[in-house]
């Protein structure tokens, strides 16, 4: 009987001490990895050269597709994404490359082109920075949640639970800015980079590119 009794007692210290001190919630579904998940976006891109006298602008969607889930080389569960590209005026896709995502304890990588990118960390907070680029050798950016919304409108879209990332430097010959748009259960929505040399007697953009994209379908 003691024993009976000092196993419930202990059963209900677990049961306490679980719900005083409940599991904390990361809000990894704002990065979600998941099967054959589909996502469809909008590209306004616009490349300028004073070089050549140019300025250039590109509308296209891209298809963003898990295909595949599989084990990298430091054994972790990494998702296959395929993105595929096509001119507005079409209607076949066209494959484009092969992005890898993985979901850690506490940050979101993306590796593309060979280059790996801390996109997000856990759990995500205003205020919270992180250096995007700790996993390559690009230069340090340093990125961080400025905003978290309870509703976000994307055109004819709508999104529960949303937050923004953003990264800025700029001086008065160049302007590297990144903004980005992610919502719990469906990942990225939106995306404004610009990243320009401009002109410092009158600051228009001599050099660089700059796009928007935004989520139009998913699934």
Same mark, same amino acid.
């Given at each position: 009987?003691?024993?009976?009794?000092?196993?419930?007692?202990?059963?209900?210290?677990?049961?306490?001490?679980?719900?005083?001190?409940?599991?904390?919630?990361?809000?990894?579904?704002?990065?979600?990895?998941?099967?054959?998940?589909?996502?469809? %976006?909008?590209?306004?891109?616009?490349?300028?050269?004073?070089?050549?006298?140019?300025?250039?602008?590109?509308?296209? =969607?891209?298809?963003?597709?898990?295909?595949?889930? %599989?084990?990298?080389?430091?054994?972790?569960t990494a %998702?296959?994404?395929?993105? %595929?590209?096509? #001119?507005?005026?079409?209607?076949?896709?066209?494959? =484009?490359?092969?992005?890898?995502?993985?979901?850690?304890?506490?940050?979101?990588?993306?590796? $593309?082109?060979?280059?790996?990118?801390?996109?997000?960390?856990?759990?995500?907070?205003?205020?919270?920075?992180?250096?995007?680029?700790?996993?390559?050798?690009?230069?340090?950016?340093?990125?961080?949640?400025?905003?978290?919304?309870?509703?976000?409108?994307?055109?004819?879209?709508?999104?529960?639970?949303?937050?923004?990332?953003?990264?800025?430097?700029?001086?008065?010959?160049?302007?590297?800015?990144?903004?980005?748009?992610?919502? =719990?259960?469906?990942?990225?929505?939106?995306?404004?980079?610009?990243?320009v040399d401009?002109? $410092?007697?009158? #600051?228009?953009?001599?050099?660089?590119?700059?796009?928007?994209?935004?989520? $139009?379908?998913?699934?």
């Amino acid at each position: 009987m003691v024993k009976v009794l000092g196993f419930l007692f202990l059963m209900f210290a677990i049961v306490s001490c679980n719900k005083d001190n409940p599991s904390p919630d990361f809000k990894y579904n704002f990065y979600p990895l998941n099967l054959k998940k589909v996502l469809i %976006y909008n590209v306004d891109s616009t490349a300028v050269s004073s070089f050549a006298g140019t300025k250039t602008n590109f509308k296209f =969607q891209i298809k963003d597709s898990v295909a595949d889930i %599989y084990t990298d080389a430091t054994n972790r569960t990494a %998702y296959r994404i395929e993105r %595929y590209k096509k #001119q507005t005026n079409e209607s076949v896709w066209k494959f =484009q490359k092969i992005i890898s995502r993985v979901l850690n304890t506490r940050n979101a990588e993306e590796t $593309i082109d060979n280059k790996t990118f801390v996109r997000l960390v856990f759990p995500p907070e205003i205020g919270t920075s992180w250096n995007g680029n700790s996993k390559n050798d690009f230069i340090e950016k340093e990125f961080s949640i400025t905003e978290m919304y309870d509703t976000f409108l994307l055109k004819n879209l709508a999104f529960n639970n949303t937050l923004v990332t953003h990264f800025e430097e700029v001086n008065l010959i160049r302007e590297d800015k990144e903004t980005h748009t992610y919502a =719990q259960g469906v990942g990225l929505i939106a995306s404004d980079v610009r990243a320009v040399d401009v002109d $410092i007697s009158n #600051q228009k953009v001599t050099n660089g590119f700059f796009y928007t994209m935004e989520l $139009i379908a998913y699934r």
